[in-house]
């Protein structure tokens, strides 16, 4: 039994198929790339494991249990929680309160308990806490912890909301081009994050533009053209493949 | 958002001055019997007070970014309640009473877990129409409500407590001190959801409801919660005005009253849970009472009017008149307006 696996999976809007016929497998721990060029369902496919689309055909289950069509706060329950292309955050919040509101999973104590700030929310309060501002030191935005999420530049943003995903205790992290806008100092600072978050147990699904990134981090790579998987293998290997090559660069005419 | 991190920073004047503010209307709204007895103020002030629970209700269930346009079917159930219960069934006032905001939270819970399945706009446009069936409902059902003739009302009865003799019928001081401790009630609840955990659900539901859902938040079972509060301690509202006066007929809670609901909260200033509406409403209502005396018919709806929309033109953005001494202080004194979010003044390396 695979860890995440995907059966099939089709996705059409209207009759366009923006993902066509995907099977894989996500084995636990490993980093797996997902690329291919503009279009070709790479969002997409994060969509629908997050259980923002559902998916026309096909199933996709995690830990052997069916969550194709699930509401996306049970995905995210069960432990696999994403990020977003572009900086989808709360703008007005500080970062610590909208890092304490993602991290509502972590409590134990129901909402009453909360709403009466018992003697032992309060401890469990003070873990989550702690927690925050580990995660918040991890990915250097510690800061910035008392600063809205709107003044942070672009960089800190991403990786904002990387930090907000976190917060969720995800099982497997689903990462939508956590690079974007990036020079090339800031996109290793990211990988060199992305390899401490693996290390911590966390399983990671990255759709990247950026090889050198995918080349760093990636242990697997699966290619994506037109919504259908064309590859599926180690990184260095793919890049030298020719359906790879013709997908991102065209033929060669003679 | 309302900081619940209080335990986190030690000591922050900004959480602490809500307290002190607080407390000081509550002891001046508890003084005032003993100034004045007069009818017309206390019963200015019962009514403001009702409104304000009402206004109240609107404002959380806008805290999870829904707009709801029925209240004012809440406050029908709470008051039809209460008096089916206590007058024609003749079961104790008290226990009609509490009935009535279960009875309101219970339909409240059982319409919201239908009608929030769709947000925004569509969900408003579904509560204004509950406030109309409602009122159909009440003129209808002539077996139960009396049709339009409306039903009695009855106030509760007298409680002896040794010394102290209250007596509802002889003038309105217990009808006062029975809403004053309903808005208490309410505001304390308001506020202290607003403070804890359940605020920042609520805040980030609003702020961003796509990452809200993707962070493990349950929207529909937190849009629910504030809809059934929201609905509970309406009823209680309607339950008091009812039995204030005496009567209950399907004209007292229609469209208008719903959306006086909504003018009230946005007057008083959206951005504040608790203070805002019941600033909002007492200034709305009594202003509605005071402009209903002018000898010109239909001038005082004008004017009504045209203090919603000066508000609106002057302090938008659901700031509201809460937000009015701020703006005249910054106005004096200029330098406030430096004053800024630690960290926020800090420059960017």
Redesign the interface.
Known sequence: MAFLELNDVTKLFGKLAAVEDISFKVEQGEVLGIVGPNGSGKTTLINLISGYYKPTRGTISFMGKNISGLRPDKIVKLGLVRTFQSNVLYEKATLIESMLVSSHLQYKKNDFEAFLETKSYKDEHEKVVGNVLQTLQLLDLFNETFRPASVLSHGYQRMLGIALALAANPKVLLLDEPTTGMNYEEAQFVVENIKRINEQGITILLIEHNMKVLLDVATRVIVLSFGCKIADGNPHEMMNKPEVIEAYLGTETV | ?N???N??RTFDWRNTWPKVVAAVPVIIFLLIPVFTQGEIVLNMLILSGIWAVAALGFTLILRTGQFSLGQAAFMAIGGYTSAILSVVLGWPWWVAFLLSGIVSGIVAMGIGAVVLRVGGIYFSIITLSLTEVIRIIAQQWEPVTHGSRGLIANPPPNIDLGPLHINFMANSIPFYYLTLLLVIITGLVFW??GK???G??F??MA??Q??????????MKYRV?AFTLAGVFTGFAGAIYANYLTVISPLIFGLWQSIQIMMMSIVGGMSSLVAGPIIGSTVLYVLGIQLAQLPIYGISQLLYGAVVVLVLIFLPKGTGLIDLWPRIWRKIYKEVEDYE????ARQ?D
């Open positions: 958002m900081v619940w991190l335990r986190f202290r959801v804890t955990r359940m920042g659900t805040f980030a702020a961003n796509t990452l809200a859902e993707h962070e493990g938040i349950h929207l919660i979010i630690p960290g926020e960017e």
